[in-house]
């Protein structure tokens, strides 16, 4: 009986561990994105305001479909607070936002009228 309750806790303490673990490795500047442009997001480029390059598409070779979303997430050690973020679409147009405030967003949706609304 005491093996019984001793596994039970340690799985209780294992399921606990593992449910927080996710939030343990986010950033502050995580957020879900989510295209409501009418549009495929084709590639879609984020980077701190205060950089004068574009990183690589973090989209790769994925397409971010209209009606979709996509959670974006960054490393623990990243510090920077405000970001632009740049879309291209299928139709070859490109979007870009400038001093996303991450840390105080943490869903964005892309409308189909250019804006980016935040939550």
Do not use: C, H
């Amino acid at each position: 009986m005491k093996s019984f309750k001793l596994l039970k806790v340690v799985l209780v303490a294992l399921i606990f561990s593992v449910a927080l673990s996710g939030t343990a490795f986010a950033g502050r500047q995580d957020f879900l994105l989510i295209n409501d442009t009418g549009r495929d997001i084709i590639s879609l480029y984020i980077t701190p305001s205060d950089t004068f390059f574009w990183d690589d598409d973090i989209l790769g070779v994925d397409i971010l479909e209209n009606g979709d979303s996509e959670y974006i997430s960054f490393s623990r050690r990243e510090t920077d607070r405000y970001w632009d973020m740049k879309a291209t679409f299928s139709n070859g147009n490109e979007w870009i936002w400038e001093d996303i405030d991450l840390f105080r967003v943490s869903i964005i949706t892309l409308r189909f009228d250019g804006a980016a609304i935040q939550y």
